[in-house]
């Protein structure tokens, strides 16, 4: 796996991580902003044909 993905499936773990936490806090404002940031992660990974799932996404 090449640095970018690498840092790209970590930047989607983090994201994931900081929506989740804004949720259960009620931070409704910050987990739209979170969705937002991951939907753009996503759309990158794909354009680039990186695949993302569960498995993809888990920690190492």
Same mark, same amino acid.
């Given at each position: 796996m090449d640095a970018f993905t690498a840092g790209l499936l970590q930047r989607i773990r983090?994201? %994931?991580s900081e929506m989740h936490h804004a949720r259960e806090s009620g931070d409704d404002f910050l987990a739209e902003v979170e969705q937002a %940031?991951? %939907?753009d992660l996503h759309r990158l @990974? @794909?354009?680039h044909g990186v695949q993302v799932g569960s498995s993809a996404t888990?920690? @190492?």
């Open positions: 983090n994201t %994931e %940031e991951l %939907e @990974a @794909a354009e888990a920690p @190492a």
